[in-house]
């Protein structure tokens, strides 16, 4: 065979190994947005329910399943055992399983172990939070990238129970029980420096969050303060917050039966009356998904649409939307 056929064929193979490369990276990557509806029994003693695209994962006892939704039935896509003492489970382009003492990194489509961080300090929770995963421990938080290769461990002398990053910069709060009760402090670093410290003998911090560039807030029981930095710029009066939720620039807060949402000047841009009794509120890209008892809102352009649901079993809530689990099916919420 001639040299340049043979050339010629190794090119069109480099392509072909090019080509299916990109494709498999463009499949993991994207993530359907469609409805989704899938009628199946679920037990009340599955634990980590969740949906990606059209994949229902949940974990029954020591078992992780991975369920396809088909045309005309079901397909398991993998099953999984785990060991005991899992702490909880994150969905997302990655699935990720949390023990005391690891964190397993999983591929979403076959449940196969892509990488395992171990000899951790107890955990005891960890979430995603924009493009980093944070696990907590007593007295210590771990941040990660997403595909858990980057590493940076905080220590603190209280315990963490909400950290955040945006660029260099990280903010904690502590809380501390002292004699039966509950302190909680707030502090801001720029890379190992702490730059901002405070704490309320008749507050409680309760949420925090980087709205923008060198801008964060934190929510207390009484106020949202805003800050630039280590400066304190506004706060503005909260009188029985219930829940928080921030996305893009905006602050979502549930005072009461209030829904009051605020751009990262900290400017109340809308405040409106929500009719049923509210658990939690999460932003979903343009829209805010308000959970209840019983009923769904979705909040979007000053507009709300509520919708009875029912009795249900749980909800689950990530990145690409929030999830219904009732004892035969799951069904994701429609937004506008």
């Known amino acids: 065979m001639k040299k340049s056929s043979i050339l010629k064929i190794l090119g069109v193979v480099a392509l072909l190994i090019i080509g299916f490369l990109i494709y498999r990276d463009y499949q993991f990557n994207t993530v359907s947005t469609d409805p989704f509806s899938m009628y199946i029994a679920m037990d009340k003693s599955y634990n980590d329910v969740s949906v990606v695209g059209d994949v229902l994962y949940y974990r029954d006892k020591q078992t992780l399943y991975g369920i396809k939704k088909k045309e005309d039935t079901n397909e398991v896509i993998f099953s999984k055992e785990l060991e005991a003492g899992i702490k909880t489970i994150i969905y997302d382009k990655y699935i990720y399983v949390v023990s005391p003492n690891s964190v397993e990194l999983l591929n979403r489509k076959n449940g196969k172990t892509n990488r395992v961080i171990e000899n951790l300090d107890s955990l005891t929770f960890a979430e995603k939070h924009g493009d980093n995963i944070i696990g907590y421990a007593d007295k210590s938080a771990y941040i990660w990238s997403l595909d858990l290769k980057n590493e940076k461990k905080l220590s603190f002398d209280q315990t963490p129970a909400k950290v955040r990053k945006e660029g260099n910069l990280y903010s904690v709060i502590l809380v501390n029980s002292d004699a039966g009760i509950i302190k909680s402090r707030y502090q801001v670093f720029e890379n190992d420096k702490m730059i901002y410290d405070i704490s309320s003998v008749d507050e409680v911090f309760l949420y925090s969050d980087f709205i923008g560039a060198n801008k964060h807030i934190v929510a207390t029981n009484r106020y949202i303060y805003l800050f630039e930095m280590n400066v304190l710029v506004k706060k503005t009066l909260v009188k029985n917050p219930i829940a928080f939720d921030s996305q893009n620039g905006m602050i ?4 009461y039966k209030s829904l009051k949402v605020y751009n990262s000047d900290l400017a109340l841009q809308d405040n409106l009356n929500i009719n049923f009794e509210v658990d939690k509120i999460k932003f979903r890209e343009n829209s805010i998904t ?3 008892d019983r009923n769904v809102g979705v909040y ?5 649409l509520e ?4 009795e249900y079993q749980g909800i689950a809530i ?3 939307g929030t999830y219904i689990i ?5 069904e994701k919420v429609k937004s506008y």
């Open 252 to 255: 979502a807060v549930l005072d």
């Open 290 to 292: 308000i959970i209840g």
């Open 300 to 304: 979007e352009n000053k507009n709300l």
């Open 307 to 310: 919708m009875p649901i029912g």
């Open 318 to 320: 990530n990145d690409f």
């Open 326 to 330: 009732f004892e035969n099916r799951v």
